[in-house]
């Protein structure tokens, strides 16, 4: 069983659709969860960075964490053609020397 | 935000030679930076933590010895894929966090895409 669980997709919605973005993790000593987003032949870029179960909003984007759960997600708002990307959970063990862990990443294509 | 940069954006070379691909922090200063290894359509795989002035640090079942890493300075870090094969065809990224900052945002670099033929 991997570590970090994601679908990778892909999803493809429509314009001004809202995005449910997931993943399920198995190691209880995570403690930093993020999720990035990546274009096609370019590196990960920090979308949400969060530590603590609940929500977490920035504009049209919100992060949320189920620690009981061991579920994170992530939400778009307004969906639009340009957040077509490929979109990666991290997660950070407290101490860990800074290493992320990451998801397979969720596909996801945003159509007109 | 803190800019990391990554040379070569892309390389093609031939089996049996070996490839150098540059990790800089362009305004930040970088003790420990981070080399990943993405297969298409799936998830960054880390290969090893750079240490500035030390030995970098393997993951397990990547060989230390194909992939050389040096970190002389707190800016610039370096992966050398020594007698490239085309199962090391991949794309590289690297990524750093500021050393000496409150952030704990890790920034990645553009990445590279390493093809041998």
């Known amino acids: 069983q991997k570590e970090v669980e994601q679908d990778p997709g892909p999803l493809s919605v429509p314009e001004g659709a809202i995005v449910s973005l997931n993943c399920t993790y198995s190691?209880?000593?995570?403690?930093?969860f993020m999720w990035y987003r990546q274009y096609s032949r370019k590196g990960p870029e920090l979308l949400m960075y969060?530590?603590?179960?609940g929500n977490k909003e920035d504009g049209r984007f919100t992060a949320q964490v189920d620690k009981s759960s061991k579920y994170i997600s992530l939400f778009i708002r307004d969906s639009q053609p340009s957040d077509s990307a490929t979109y990666l959970c991290a997660m950070e063990v407290t101490g860990g020397g800074n290493k992320l862990t990451f998801g397979t990443g969720t596909q996801l294509k945003v159509e007109l | 935000g803190a800019v990391v940069s990554q040379h070569p954006s892309w390389v093609i070379c031939k089996s049996g030679t070996s490839v150098k691909i540059e990790c800089r922090s362009l305004?930040?200063?970088?003790?420990?930076m981070f080399w990943y290894r993405q297969f298409p359509k799936q998830s960054l795989m880390l290969m090893a933590t750079s240490n500035e002035g030390s030995k970098a640090t393997y993951e397990q079942g990547v060989e230390k010895d194909k992939f050389l890493i040096n970190h002389a300075s707190l800016t610039l870090s370096t992966l050398t894929v020594t007698s490239a094969h085309p199962e090391d065809s991949s794309f590289y990224i690297c990524?750093?966090?500021?050393?000496?900052?409150?952030?704990?945002?890790?920034?990645f670099g553009q990445g590279t895409r390493l093809t041998v033929v």
């Open positions: 990524s750093a966090r500021d050393s000496g900052g409150l952030s704990t945002e890790a920034f």
């Open positions: 190691n209880s000593a995570f403690q930093y």
């Open positions: 969060t530590y603590s179960s």
């Open positions: 305004d930040f200063q970088a003790t420990t």
